[in-house]
């Protein structure tokens, strides 16, 4: 795990005529977990995309404990995301799902990598899974072999964008209190985007609001809500 550091961080699409994310600038501690709330189109996506490599700032540095990775590949970045859309490979299985990323990011032997995705399954309690395939899967288990696939790498820092938002109620409810005591177990550096001001709240050691790209308020849930 370590720091991650965004410092006057910008997006502009549009040549310069939609500004996406415009100089933000956050930091967040090693083993932090930020929630990022805001109405859509407000660059919460935008951001996370930035900083897992899957898109090209226009401006401003992103830093992951002390090393710049603002031009570096996204496979070169220790970033794992969790998509809304679970995002799995559809013709592999979960274990193969839960193992790629393993290879394409670490130099583990296959017994090494064998081990650290049966383990992982079995925190996850996904176990039993391993040989099916996505489209076998219920929601909440292919987001549960999502945050899986996530985990077993031990990235430095974690990406969710809205991964609870395809669940029903009272699913959304059992994976928080899943991600809240994966955070409490492994101390996961993490930006968490979510439109639900009350997953912000209770998932986030601080809360960073966005508006139009810009951050507009940042600080523990009571203080940001109590001076909105
Ligand atoms: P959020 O995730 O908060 O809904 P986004 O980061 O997706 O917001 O989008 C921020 C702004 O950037 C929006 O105005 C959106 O329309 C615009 N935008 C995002 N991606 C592109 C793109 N590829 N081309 C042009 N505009 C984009
Ligand atoms: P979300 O709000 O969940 O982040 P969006 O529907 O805003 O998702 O965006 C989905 C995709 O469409 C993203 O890849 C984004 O880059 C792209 N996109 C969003 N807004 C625009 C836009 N105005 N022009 C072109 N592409 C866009």
């Known amino acids: 795990m370590?720091?991650?550091?965004l410092e006057t961080l910008r997006k502009e699409?549009?040549?310069?005529h939609v500004v996406a994310v415009d100089d933000l600038s956050l930091e967040v501690e090693d083993g932090e977990f930020i929630t990022v709330v805001g109405p859509s189109g407000c660059?919460?996506?935008t951001t996370l995309r930035m900083v897992?490599?899957?898109?090209?700032p226009s401006g401003g540095?992103?830093?992951i404990g002390d090393e710049d990775v603002t031009d570096q590949n996204a496979r070169k970045r220790d970033v794992a995301m969790?998509?809304?859309?679970?995002?799995?490979?559809?013709h592999k299985t979960v274990e193969q799902n839960m193992a790629f990323g393993l290879r394409m990011s670490t130099d583990l032997s296959k017994d090494e990598r064998e081990t650290r995705?049966?383990?992982?399954?079995?925190?996850?309690?996904i176990e039993d899974l391993l040989e099916d395939k996505p489209d076998e899967l219920s929601g909440g288990q292919k987001q549960r072999v999502a945050l899986g696939?996530?985990?077993?790498?031990?990235?430095d820092v974690f990406l969710f964008d809205e991964p609870l938002s395809n669940l029903d109620a009272k699913l959304r409810t059992t994976m928080r209190t899943e991600i809240q005591r994966l955070q409490n177990e492994l101390g996961i550096t993490s930006l968490y985007v979510t439109h639900d001001q009350e997953e912000a709240m209770t998932m986030g050691d601080r809360i960073v609001i966005l508006k139009d790209g810009e951050l507009q308020q940042v600080g523990r849930p009571k203080d940001v809500y109590e001076n909105p």
């Open 52 to 56: 897992a490599g899957l898109e090209s």
């Open 43 to 45: 660059g919460k996506s």
């Open 13 to 16: 699409y549009d040549r310069g």
């Open 82 to 90: 969790v998509f809304q859309n679970y995002a799995l490979y559809p």
């Open 2 to 5: 370590a720091r991650l550091t």
């Open 61 to 63: 540095t992103i830093t």
């Open 117 to 125: 995705v049966r383990e992982t399954a079995r925190m996850m309690g």
């Open 149 to 155: 696939r996530a985990i077993v790498r031990e990235p």
